[in-house]
T-cell receptor, first 111, second 115 residues
Framework: GENVEQHPSTLSVQEGDSAVIKCTYSDSASNYFPWYKQELGKGPQLIIDIRSNVGEKKDQRIAVTLNKTAKHFSLHITETQPEDSAVYFCAATLNAGKSTFGDGTTLTVKP | EAGVAQSPRYKIIEKRQSVAFWCNPISGHATLYWYQQILGQGPKLLIQFQNNGVVDDSQLPKDRFSAERLKGVDSTLKIQPAKLEDSAVYLC?????????????FGPGTRLLVL
């Protein structure tokens, strides 16, 4: 089955700096890659996603890149703010919506 | 619109006891997912329903876990008997039709502690 690895497991940055989280996947049939933000005591919430026919997608301070050949994708957050502090998960999705999640990155933004 | 509702939010039981979790998805969503999230890990899919039929339950430990979605709306997930390693957050999510690229909307989860 699909295997997703996510790095780093923890990331600490100063407010205003950029943060980058990387994921690799194993199944070349995966064709949809969402990123979720999970705050304490809440369920994951979708923040951005990318399909396999697109190389990059941007939404304000958040961007995601996908390299299908290398089977890796990354989340970029620019101008980080304290409210960006949370756990971030990547996922790789096959047909019929079955998602395999990475183990998460705990991002801490220091004021 | 109202989000995915789950209850209870917290549950503490002893091993070998049984427990049940309830989920009410977003109105009109045909697809419902149950995930298990162990501390420090990402959510792992246990079972996926399309209306009241099972699409995928390949990772559901069927000797102790069961789930149903009667009438294609609410769903319950049951563990009987519970083991220590079942301590986790159980997340319910829903999406309009389960197609690739659809947003999955997650509930707040039920935190289970097995002593």
């Amino acid at each position: 089955g699909e295997n997703v690895e996510q790095h780093p497991s923890t990331l600490s940055v100063q407010e205003g700096d950029s943060a980058v989280i990387k994921c690799t996947y194993s199944d070349s049939a995966s064709n949809y890659f969402p990123w979720y933000k999970q705050e304490l005591g809440k369920g994951p919430q979708l923040i951005i996603d990318i399909r396999s026919n697109v190389g990059e997608k941007k939404d304000q301070r958040i961007a995601v890149t996908l390299n299908k050949t290398a089977k890796h994708f990354s989340l970029h957050i620019t101008e980080t703010q304290p409210e960006d502090s949370a756990v971030y998960f990547c996922a790789a999705t096959l047909n019929a919506g079955k998602s395999t999640f990475g183990d998460g990155t705990t991002l801490t933004v220091k004021p | 619109e109202a989000g995915v509702a789950q209850s209870p939010r917290y549950k503490i039981i002893e091993k070998r006891q049984s427990v049940a979790f309830w989920c009410n998805p977003i109105s009109g969503h045909a697809t419902l997912y149950w995930y298990q999230q162990i501390l420090g890990q990402g959510p792992k899919l246990l079972i996926q329903f399309q209306n009241n039929g099972v699409v995928d339950d390949s990772q559901l430990p069927k000797d102790r876990f069961s789930a149903e979605r009667l009438k294609g709306v609410d769903s319950t997930l049951k563990i009987q008997p519970a083991k220590l390693e079942d301590s986790a957050v159980y997340l319910c999510a829903s999406s309009p039709s389960g197609g690739v690229g659809e947003t999955q909307y997650f509930g707040p989860g039920t935190r289970l502690l097995v002593l």
